[in-house]
C-alpha cells in the first residue's frame, strides 16, 4: 500500500510538472507573439511618420520650385507708367471728388508680385 501512495505521489508530481512546464511554454509562446506584435506595429508607425514626412518635404520642394520658376519667368521690372507725384495727385483727386479708385496688384503667398502688377495702369 505504500507502494501505491508513493507512486500516486510521483504520478501527482509528474502531472504538476508538466503542467508547469506547458503553462511556462505558453506562457513564453504568448509574450514571444506580444512581443513580435508590438515590434511590427512600431515599425509600422515608424514608416507611416517617414512616409509623411516624405510627402511634407516633397510639397516643400515644389512650392520652392513654383517661387523659383515665378521668379525665372517674371521679366526685368519694367519703370513704372506714373511717377509717385503723378499717382498722390491722383488719390488726392479722387479722394477730394469721393470718387472710388482701385489699385490692382497680383500678389502671391510667399510675398512676390505677380509680373502684371509692376505698373499702376
Known amino acids: 500500500m505504500s507502494d ?8 501527482s508530481t509528474e502531472y504538476v510538472l508538466v503542467l508547469g512546464l506547458v503553462l511556462a511554454t505558453g506562457f513564453l509562446i504568448v509574450l514571444c507573439g506580444v512581443g ?3 515590434t511590427a506595429r512600431q515599425q509600422a508607425r515608424v514608416a507611416a511618420e517617414r512616409e509623411v514626412a516624405e510627402a511634407r518635404m516633397m510639397q516643400a520642394q515644389l512650392a520652392l520650385e513654383n517661387q ?5 519667368a517674371r521679366p526685368a521690372q519694367a519703370l513704372p ?6 499717382v498722390i495727385r491722383y488719390v488726392r483727386t479722387c479722394n477730394q471728388h469721393m470718387a472710388p479708385m482701385t489699385f ?11 509680373s502684371w502688377g509692376y ?3
Open 119 to 121: 505698373g499702376i495702369r
Open 36 to 38: 513580435f506584435w508590438f
Open 104 to 114: 490692382n496688384a497680383g500678389i502671391y503667398q510667399d510675398g512676390t508680385m505677380a
Open 81 to 86: 507708367l506714373y511717377t509717385d507725384e503723378q
Open 4 to 11: 501505491n501512495r508513493s507512486s500516486s505521489r510521483w504520478e
Open 68 to 72: 523659383r520658376q515665378r521668379q525665372a
